[in-house]
């Protein structure tokens, strides 16, 4: 299959061949290369080759696509989801406007702990079919790569079936997805006076399980003050490293709970949320290569203060950012709402949020050989936008979808 695509009003996140771009970090966010009025040249899904139209290939195509007004530009790279669950939690969302905190909520057995009652009620095969239907919605508003958590499961069956629902995603979905090991998300009922016998039982029973059938490729833990204090965090994130499982961290959501710097310590792939990041949290970050992450869905859903954005960017650091989508703080995948977010309340331009939702979103899944910048090499994982005249106009037209077609494969 060759697909041609010609008269693009701009095509964005151009790589040169000679440049090996895996991360894009402080004052060079704001900047995402371009060439106007261009072609793309696909074939079985790889792009051959991309330019100004004055040097357009004659070429026989099996398809060429008209892009007169319009924009293109890599598929979006949302690195942190939990888009496996069985249920919405509506009633939460009620609570919380009369009054009910996160954590309230969570000590009467709601959030997590009820998100894994539900998931034990629901067959594998249900899970999987409202999990899919999720992920073609995602897919649709431009997501290209994802990844998906487990989490909602909290003990050996239900994880497992949750990686493997993943799995089953993963071998159907027209999109790169990775998996995440989760158990350590809360600590079940029974074992809220045991925290140190559900460390082990994660450590001992569930990843041998886990990584003898191939389940993830990462691991993570919700290291927060209430949940898996920083020992803890430490002790799981180097069991999974025994096991080849790199680690990803939940930190710093609601407290500053030294989660950024245990991720830092234990080389973690990426720290996400950070509504609460400092001065420290800047240092340790500065020292390593982990990925900070932002979630400023879950902030606006839930009414708490936003990530600080621009002290993280104006310290020279990268900025991912990611959905969170998961039923109870931030039931949302829609990557162009995300972004109108990231712009109007973390201030970051229109060229920041995009870069961190492309290069900066395919390294933190480790998929920025294949995804994240429009290169020779690269997979066609393309939105084609509807007319528009620049990349501001994604996050300003806000509430609605500017994805013309999603080129997938092609």
Aim: hydrophobic content about 40%; aromatic content about 6%; proline content about 5%.
């Amino acid at each position: 299959m060759r697909l041609l695509i010609t008269n693009i009003r701009t095509l964005y996140q151009t790589e040169g061949q000679g440049e090996e771009k895996k991360v894009v970090s402080g004052g060079q966010m704001a900047k995402v290369p371009s060439i106007d009025n261009a072609w793309l040249l696909a074939q079985d899904g790889v792009i051959i080759g991309y330019g100004d139209m004055v040097t357009v290939p004659e070429t026989v195509a099996d398809e060429v696509i008209d892009a007169t007004g319009r924009l293109v530009l890599p598929a979006w790279c949302d690195s942190h989801t939990h888009l496996v669950y069985a249920a919405p939690r509506t009633q939460e969302f009620a609570d919380r406007i009369n009054g009910l905190s996160y954590e309230e909520i969570a000590r009467r057995g709601g959030g997590i702990l009820a998100s894994a009652r539900r998931l034990k009620e629901m067959s594998s095969d249900d899970l999987y079919d409202q999990s899919l239907e999720r992920l073609h919605s995602v897919i649709a508003q431009g997501t290209g790569a994802i990844e998906i958590k487990s989490g909602y499961g909290l003990d050996l069956e239900g994880e497992l079936k949750m990686l493997r629902t993943i799995r089953r995603l993963k071998e159907n979905a027209p999109i790169p997805v990775k998996a995440t090991f989760l158990a350590a998300h809360a600590y079940p009922l029974e074992y809220s006076q045991n925290k140190e016998g559900y460390v082990n039982l994660i450590i001992n029973e569930m990843l041998p399980k886990v990584a003898g059938e191939g389940l993830a490729e990462y691991i993570d833990v919700f290291c927060e003050r209430g949940f898996f204090e920083v020992a803890e965090t430490e002790r799981i994130l180097e069991a999974g490293w025994k096991y080849g499982l790199k680690p990803k961290i939940h930190a710093n959501q609601l407290y500053a709970s030294g989660g950024v710097q245990v991720g830092v310590k234990c080389n973690a792939l990426s720290v996400d949320h950070l509504e609460c990041v400092g001065e420290p949290e800047i240092e340790a970050l500065k020292t390593g290569t982990t990925m900070p992450t932002l979630l400023p869905g879950a902030a606006f859903f839930l009414g708490m203060h936003y990530q600080p954005a621009r002290k993280i960017i104006d310290a020279g650091l990268p900025v991912c950012l990611a959905s969170d989508y998961n039923p109870g703080s931030c039931p949302s995948g829609n990557i162009p709402l995300l972004l109108t977010i990231a712009c109007t309340q973390l201030r970051m331009t229109p060229e920041e949020a995009i870069n961190a939702v492309t290069i900066n979103g395919a390294a933190a899944m480790e998929l920025d050989r294949e995804m994240g910048t429009i290169k020779i090499g690269k997979k066609a994982n393309l939105i084609l936008t509807n007319k528009m005249e620049s990349l501001a106009y994604i996050p300003y037209d806000y509430g609605n979808n500017p994805v013309d077609r999603m080129i997938l494969n092609k």
